[in-house]
Nanobody, 116 residues
Framework: QVQLVESGGGLVQPGGSLRLSCAASESIFNIISMGWYRQAPGKQRELVARMTNGGRTTYADSVKGRFTISRDNARNTVYLQMKSLGPEDTAVYYC??????????WGQGTQVTVSS
């Protein structure tokens, strides 16, 4: 069973930066996209950013200009560079791999807390 291992979450002050990483435990085939979702307390999980195999990116409006997604395809790794963080970015962030043929994969989640 493929596992997605996330790292880089934590506590950061408003205006700060964090970089999340997500690495697959083994090679994954038939990938359509890799991306990040987040879920804040009492809210639904939402897309933060995703990148297709062709390099096309999609960002939530709330993070455009502040977050940058990147991938290392050779290592099945996806990153999320987050800048100018605010309390509204506090959430559990989940890595996602979307495949042409199910199953899709999810990471276990990493907590990001923005607070002074």
């Amino acid at each position: 069973q493929v596992q997605l291992v996330e790292s880089g979450g934590g506590l950061v002050q408003p205006g700060g930066s964090l970089r999340l990483s997500c690495a697959a435990s083994e090679s994954i085939f038939n990938i359509i996209s890799m991306g990040w979702y987040r879920q804040a307390p009492g809210k639904q999980r939402e897309l933060v950013a995703r990148m297709t195999n062709g390099g096309r990116t999609t960002y939530a409006d709330s993070v455009k200009g502040r977050f940058t997604i990147s991938r290392d395809n050779a290592r099945n790794t996806v990153y999320l560079q987050m800048k100018s963080l605010g309390p509204e970015d506090t959430a559990v962030y989940y890595c996602n791999v979307e495949r042409l043929v199910p199953p899709n994969y999810w990471g276990q989640g990493t907590q990001v807390t923005v607070s002074s």
